[in-house]
């Protein structure tokens, strides 16, 4: 038995007005709940310092930068490092990286019990558009200020677990998902900020893209084996709502924890990592049943090529 009891601590509401010191607190009692109900692994969402910037089309490059962290743990954020290391919980926290070479990525990190820095991931599947739209209802412009993540699909070893981070639209990508089943991963931890309408079709209701969200990601789960901890930033930012809905998915694909919530929330299950061994090594035993000569497609094609030639 490998057990590891996990929190995903969805969160309400970041207005573009609130600072990061305000939003830290939020986080601070959040850990300190999840301490009281005994979890030594704690998953924060997407973008989880700040408002959803993307969704605001910023002219200015300093603007868009002060959205951005420079380096972690900061001023701001050394309060959540010093509190996670004295409950001797691990954390998971999205935020947006300005590297010192000036890239700028939409990064989740992951460090030990000991608030040790282990493992980064950095999007890699960027929604959106990169100019300003007024076609659609609102923007999304992570196509804009993001570049796709470039240190792939890595699994780190962290209490005593195989664990893998993706970051929101990741999540409805098969691919992603596999990447990091076939190093072997028995948790994957993510973080989302999904808005409740899609800018481009008003018929879309926030009900479809909650079904959406767990469809890939209970999929993902039992496609793969893996735990998969899926956490939203939740509610109205400034007049634009965000879907909730954060889930603890089993290696079953069974939604094991789901909020009830649109606000700070923390929902709470012991994982057993040993439960993800029987899928491994049956239906998805990937060594036995994975058939690579037909799959040459995935890894050399993005978009469709029809049989006739014409391309979609
Ligand atoms: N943050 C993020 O990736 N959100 C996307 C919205 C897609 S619509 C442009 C998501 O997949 O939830």
Known sequence: ?????????????????????????????????????????????????????????????????????TEMPNA??????????????????????LTPDGRHFNTQILTDRQANIIGKYRKIHLPGHDEYDPERSFQHLEKRYFAPGDLGFPVFRNMDAWMGMLICNDRRWPEAYREMGL??????VLGYNTPSGNSQNADETPEMRDFHSDLSVQAGA?????????????????????????????????????AKTLGDELLVQACDM???????????????????????????QTGVIYPDGKEG
Not at 44 to 62: G, K, M, N, V
Not at 242 to 258: A, E, F, R, Y
Not at 274 to 279: I, R, S
Not at 283 to 297: A, L, M, P, S, W
């Open 274 to 300: 040993d439960a993800t061994a029987f899928g491994k090594a049956s239906v998805f035993d990937f060594k036995r049943h994975r058939r690579i000569e037909h799959y040459g497609r995935i890894a050399t």
């Open 222 to 258: 039992y496609q793969n084996s893996a735990f998969v901890v899926a956490v939203a930033k939740a509610g109205n930012e400034d007049g634009h709502p965000l879907n909730g809905g954060s889930v603890i998915v089993s290696p079953d694909g069974v939604i094991l924890q789901k």
């Open 1 to 69: 038995m490998r057990e590891i009891v996990i929190g995903a601590a969805q969160m309400g509401p970041i207005q573009r007005a609130d600072t990061r010191e305000a939003v830290v607190a939020r986080m601070l009692a959040l850990l300190d709940q999840a301490k009281d109900a005994g979890c030594q692994l704690v998953i924060f969402p997407e973008l989880c310092l700040t408002t959803f910037f993307p969704r605001w089309y910023i002219a200015d490059q300093a603007e868009v930068d002060s959205w951005f962290e």
């Open 183 to 188: 190093q072997g991963v028995e948790l994957i």
């Open 76 to 97: 701001a954020t050394q309060p959540l490092f010093n509190r996670a290391r004295a409950h001797s919980i691990a954390i998971s926290i999205g935020y947006g990286e």
